[in-house]
């Protein structure tokens, strides 16, 4: 059981704070419910008894928060080319709760974003999962939400950088390879 104050994440709507604990009367129904205040002047009802069913959960430490930017640091892990299966993988990671997961499908989406573009459900998607994600880091690290959503970027920035060999370059490679085992002059001709 959590307490006012305490700084929980529901898995759907991200990181807040229980602001209060009230009991209300929905369908004939009385239960004790946590009001949780999420940035942006929302609040967020959830049924006490339901809480941990739902998926929610106290915040990461802040020693855990490299862990979670290390995740945004690697290379993509692989994913369905079906858009659908992808989707629905991407939505049940989400749907854990895990910072670990949820930061998954951020970078994932990121770098597919960067090298093809997204469809207009997985940007709406990625801009869930980065919510959800910003909104955890800022309560764990004590920053600001620009400060955090400064970091992230840069962490995917970084890894897509390191993790992936510009179209030029990979082209320029792909030429010495041919020019090796062809031997070729720039007239049309191959030199033999």
């Known amino acids: 059981m959590f307490n006012v104050g305490d700084k929980i994440v529901h898995p759907m709507h991200g990181a807040g704070t229980i602001s209060a604990i009230?009991?209300?009367?929905?369908?004939?129904?009385?239960?004790?419910?946590?009001i949780i205040s999420m940035p942006g002047e929302v609040k967020v009802m959830v049924p006490i008894a339901k809480a941990e069913q739902i998926g929610v959960r106290s915040i990461i430490n802040e020693a855990d928060v490299p862990k979670v930017l290390g995740i945004l640091e690697e290379d993509e892990t692989e994913m369905s080319n079906n858009w659908n299966k992808r989707y629905r993988d991407n939505?049940?990671?989400?749907r854990?709760?895990?910072?670990?997961?949820?930061?998954?499908?951020?970078?994932?989406?990121?770098?597919?974003?960067?090298?093809?573009g997204l469809?207009?459900?997985e940007k709406?998607?990625?801009?869930?999962?980065?919510?959800?994600?910003?909104?955890?880091?800022v309560l764990a690290e004590h920053a600001?939400?620009?400060?955090?959503?400064?970091?992230?970027?840069?962490?995917?920035?970084?890894?897509?950088?390191?993790?992936?060999?510009?179209?030029?370059?990979n082209?320029?490679?792909?030429?010495?390879i041919v020019s090796k085992f062809i031997?070729?002059?720039?007239?049309?001709?191959s030199v033999n």
Do not use: H, W
């Open 22 to 34: 009230e009991e209300k009367n929905i369908c004939n129904e009385t239960e004790q419910y946590y």
């Open 91 to 94: 939505m049940d990671k989400m």
């Open 96 to 116: 854990s709760g895990n910072i670990y997961e949820v930061a998954d499908v951020v970078r994932n989406l990121s770098f597919k974003q960067k090298e093809k």
């Open 119 to 121: 469809s207009t459900g």
């Open 124 to 137: 709406k998607m990625l801009n869930n999962a980065k919510q959800i994600l910003v909104s955890e880091l």
């Open 144 to 169: 600001s939400k620009e400060e955090i959503e400064k970091l992230v970027d840069n962490k995917i920035n970084v890894s897509f950088e390191e993790n992936r060999i510009p179209v030029e370059e």
């Open 171 to 176: 082209i320029e490679i792909n030429k010495n």
């Open 183 to 189: 031997p070729f002059d720039g007239t049309g001709t």
